[in-house]
């Protein structure tokens, strides 16, 4: 919406979609042709971390490139009830921090969102205290918060969890922040974040060792910097920060999503079709473009211009999901719809999070042929894929789904499509302007009252 601005009181319109898809199912007659061009939109991991990280600065911050998603809303909320003032505008995000007040984030909305946590450490870098409920998000394993705790305690704050809520202070009349050497026990996103912005702030330096290497890292680290903070060796394992004063305002755009990216590339894949995507960087796309080389595609990069050729047929691969710039466990279910129809056995192995294999039983339901134990999955290719009802589980399972309802024989219908309107920017739009045949109606709606949705022209989309 033009010129929103976005309080705790008011439910924005991505929150009230959010609402609704709990009642829709997303419908897909499969086997069409895809063809032609999507431009990807802004990352959502990126543009959720610079909005926490605007939090460290009291000037105006313009953030430019912001899907209009509905974790960014929630955020944008959190954001709003410690004080902040949004204003949206299309893409870009106004926000100005310069009156933080002394309040919890509403638990209603922390529960729903893991990212949130991450205004941890910026608010204790600015006031020296911070009430943040413990965080939620998807259902698909546990995602402790020691590490981020027992790094705010190496900066010199006082952590303890009370009733579900963490409450952080610093000691000392200037109540600021100490800079200090930290080990991560496993390279951890979102420690690493948190950590990075809380030391901007902090006397001193403060050095991260075993940090994640993730480009969503780096963009916060190059919003962080564009404000006047004094970080390097974001990208690799050792971040280092000299602590600040204070930072300025800024002008600052969000990386494309590689994940959006590679969702997309698979659709080609999955399809046999030739699309291409551009407002994309193809250096975080190289595991995904690895192996979809090795199944037999044709990836053409020309600058900031990614194009698939599919082969005839897909060669079975193995995966295995890790930190980056390995294999991307957000890449994990989307790829193994694709292998469901690949030539041969292929092993998946999750390393990453305990429960994101979910999304097998909603596969095996459309007639794949996949097993699990434990953490590994063989899935087994079938010359076919026939459409089912099936059940988003989490957010990168309904992407698998969508893209298994893209191959499959007949009519897939997806429910609890509140996973999907968390990560993708109008999803169905992209889809349908490559010829897919799609549409989101009310659930319960069969299918066989109403003729496919008609193709829309195949162009370029600049939305």
């Given at each position: ?11 924005s ?6 609402s609704?898809?709990?009642q829709?199912?997303l ?30 600065c ?6 430019r ?14 954001l ?5 003032k ?6 870009v995000?106004?926000i100005?921090?310069?009156?933080l ?7 209603e909305?922390?529960?729903?969102l893991?990212?949130s946590f991450f ?13 943040v409920?413990?965080?939620g ?9 020691e ?10 704050a ?6 579900g ?6 000691k000392?009349?200037?109540r ?6 930290i080990y ?14 809380a ?14 290497q993730?480009?969503e890292?780096?963009?916060l680290?190059?919003?962080?910097r564009a ?20 930072l ?6 969000i ?11 698979l ?30 595609a044709?990836?053409?990069v020309?600058?900031d211009?990614v ?5 005839k ?9 890790l ?8 890449m ?18 999750e390393?990453v ?19 699990v ?6 899935v ?8 089912a009802?099936?059940?988003a ?5 309904s ?9 499959a ?9 509140q ?15 490559l010829g897919?045949?799609l ?7 069969d ?5 496919a949705?008609v ?9």
């Amino acid at each position: 919406m033009e010129g929103k601005i976005i309080t705790p009181a008011q439910n924005s319109s991505n929150l009230s979609a959010s609402s609704e898809s709990d009642q829709q199912v997303l419908q897909i007659w499969g086997r069409q042709p895809l063809q032609g061009h999507v431009k990807i939109s802004g990352a959502k991991n990126s543009a959720l971390v610079v909005m926490a990280g605007a939090l460290l600065c009291p000037d105006d911050c313009h953030i430019r490139n912001v899907p209009a998603l509905v974790d960014v809303a929630r955020m944008g909320q959190i954001l709003s009830a410690v004080g902040v003032k949004i204003q949206q505008n299309g893409d870009v995000l106004d926000i100005n921090a310069s009156d933080l007040i002394d309040a919890q984030a509403p638990y209603e909305l922390v529960s729903q969102l893991r990212a949130s946590f991450f205004i941890i450490g910026p608010l204790l870098a600015r006031l020296g205290f911070a009430k943040v409920p413990l965080p939620g998000g998807c259902a698909i394993g546990a995602r402790p918060v020691e590490l981020h705790v027992r790094g705010l305690q190496a900066l010199g704050a006082e952590v303890h969890i009370d009733h579900g809520t963490v409450h952080a202070y610093v000691k000392g009349p200037n109540r600021r922040l100490k800079g200090a050497k930290i080990y991560l026990d496993y390279p951890s996103v979102g420690a690493t974040e948190t950590l990075m912005m809380a030391a901007t702030l902090a006397q001193g330096e403060t050095v991260i060792e075993n940090a994640a290497q993730e480009p969503e890292v780096v963009d916060l680290a190059n919003f962080c910097r564009a404000m006047g903070a004094k970080i390097q060796g974001a990208g690799t394992n050792t971040i280092v920060i000299s602590g600040v004063e204070r930072l300025h305002a800024v002008d600052y755009s969000i990386i494309p999503d590689r994940i959006e990216a590679g969702t997309f590339l698979l659709a080609g894949a999955i399809t046999h079709s030739e699309i291409s995507l551009s407002s994309v960087i193809p250096d975080h796309l190289t595991a995904v473009i690895a192996k979809l080389q090795t199944m037999g595609a044709k990836i053409i990069v020309e600058s900031d211009l990614v194009r698939i050729v599919p082969g005839k047929i897909h060669t079975a691969t193995d995966i295995e999901t890790l930190p980056y710039p390995g294999f991307s466990t957000d890449m994990q279910a989307p790829f193994m719809a694709l292998l469901t129809l690949s030539d041969g056995d292929s092993i998946i192995k999750e390393t990453v999070f305990e429960n994101r294999l979910r999304h097998v039983a909603e596969l095996n339901r459309m007639g794949a042929d996949i097993r699990v134990k434990g953490n590994v999955a063989v899935v087994r290719g079938v010359p076919l894929l026939s459409g089912a009802p099936v059940v988003a589980t989490d957010l990168r399972a309904s992407a698998a789904l969508v893209l298994a309802g893209l191959a499959a024989d007949g009519v897939t219908t997806i429910s609890s499509l509140q996973h999907l309107d968390r990560g993708y920017e109008q999803l169905e739009v992209k889809l349908q302007k490559l010829g897919a045949k799609l549409r989101r109606v009310k659930e319960g709606t069969d299918p066989a009252t109403a003729e496919a949705p008609v193709n829309l022209v195949r162009s370029s989309l600049n939305c």
